[in-house]
């Protein structure tokens, strides 16, 4: 079974540019998060889609931050512009219903240089 | 106070030690309650779910304590890939709650 499906794996950007990052989820799950990861402040949540609706985006740092999800399997996280303190592990996962256990990608490392 | 509180260690126990991990969290009303295991430059993978009864998977055991708000995760004959960061989830009642995580490091 494929598990959650992520790109770029790694992303290295200069300072102004925009950056997209890819998200697959499980073939089924109806939920679907994004999570930033640094050392600093842990694992925080961005954004999170209910059939492909977005139920909470309070945790989107600011509007240079913006997600989609057009269908159920597909999604996409946009940074424009992308600033240096935005380097972190982007992770992505799917779960079958609310409050059900989360399946997580792999990550996409973002570097902005 | 955190919504979801873990010591983070870092715990460095030998190999086939036994060692224990308490998680607390903030809202009596949570419904589900997971261990997740993050290795260093992974993502978080589950490792159980936490059952209102306890419940066990082979060397690892979790519990949940209801009246006092807290989870707990018990690996009993550690192995060196055991080392790992131990997370705590939580459903607070939107959505999952991730602790900070326990970093366990088993050593030869």
């Known amino acids: 079974d494929a598990g959650v499906i992520q790109s770029p794996r790694h992303e290295v950007t200069e300072m102004g540019q925009e950056v997209t990052l890819r998200c697959k989820p499980i073939s089924g799950h109806n939920s679907l998060f994004w999570y930033r990861q640094t050392m600093m402040r842990g694992l925080e949540l961005l954004i999170y889609?209910?059939?492909?609706?977005?139920?909470?985006d309070s945790g989107m740092p600011e509007d240079r931050f913006s997600a989609k999800m057009p269908n159920a399997s597909f999604s996409t996280l946009k940074i424009q512009p992308s600033e240096p303190r935005d380097s972190a592990v982007y992770f992505c996962?799917?779960?079958?219903?609310?409050?059900?256990?989360?399946?997580f990608g792999p990550g996409t490392r973002l570097t902005v240089t | 106070r955190k919504e979801v509180e873990q010591d983070p260690g870092p715990f460095n126990v030998p190999e086939g030690a036994t060692v224990a991990f308490n998680c607390t969290y903030s809202n009596s009303a949570s419904q589900s309650f997971f261990w997740y295991r993050q290795d260093c430059r992974k993502e978080p993978k589950l490792l159980m779910s936490?059952?209102?009864s306890g419940n066990e998977d082979g060397r690892f055991t979790a519990q949940l304590n209801r009246a006092s708000q807290y989870i707990s995760l018990l690996i009993r004959d550690s192995k060196l890939s055991d080392s790992a960061t131990y997370l705590c989830?939580?459903?607070?009642?939107?959505?999952?709650?991730f602790g900070s995580g326990t970093q366990l490091t088993v050593l030869p």
């Open positions: 889609f209910n059939n492909n609706v977005p139920i909470d």
């Open positions: 989830v939580v459903n607070l009642g939107k959505e999952l709650t």
């Open positions: 996962a799917s779960s079958l219903a609310h409050g059900h256990e989360q399946y």
């Open positions: 936490v059952y209102s």
